[in-house]
């Protein structure tokens, strides 16, 4: 079965946003919520596919039935630490039933292809560190970490010990 790569269309919207709660589909840590999670993505999307920011770009796996599989949500960043630009992937999703058949893979060369078309040097991006399903897609791709975000839960004073 072939894939084709191609960008969205408002048609696709939908679909994108259907498949947000992929994104929270491994053990989170105690502090964040599936609710919270889902209720940001699914605000992000709804902004990235209603007004797209200058340098994104949405992408759509599709089989050669017109079946969607998944989606890439590709953004223009600038590099903290040197000021150059840089591709960012925003957001990765494939659908149930669709995984395992190197759909991700084709997205994630896609991504490659449009960070060399804009002459990028460094393509990122922010996996939740519970997510080892994710991370393992990423790191056989050759991506690695970088900068490790680390997080505690303040006790606040009228709480018990």
Do not use: C
């Amino acid at each position: 079965m072939n894939t084709i790569i191609r960008p969205a269309k408002p048609a696709d919207n939908e679909f994108i946003l259907s498949l947000v709660e992929r994104f929270s589909e491994f053990e989170l840590p105690h502090w964040r919520s599936r609710e919270e999670i889902n209720s940001a993505n699914l605000t992000s999307m709804q902004k990235a596919v209603q007004d797209p920011e200058d340098g994104s770009l949405i992408l759509i796996a599709e089989d050669e039935t017109e079946d969607r599989l998944g989606f890439i949500h590709l953004q223009t960043q600038t590099d903290y630490f040197n000021g150059q630009k840089q591709g960012y992937i925003s957001d990765l999703a494939v659908k149930q039933g669709a995984e395992g058949r190197g759909i991700g893979h084709l997205l994630l060369d896609a991504a490659e292809t449009w960070a060399q078309e804009q002459g990028f040097g460094l393509l990122t991006l922010y996996v939740f560190a519970g997510n080892s399903h994710a991370r393992a897609v990423y790191e056989k791709y050759g991506f690695s970490p970088e900068v490790v975000k680390y997080a505690r839960v303040v006790k606040q004073k009228d709480e018990n010990p």
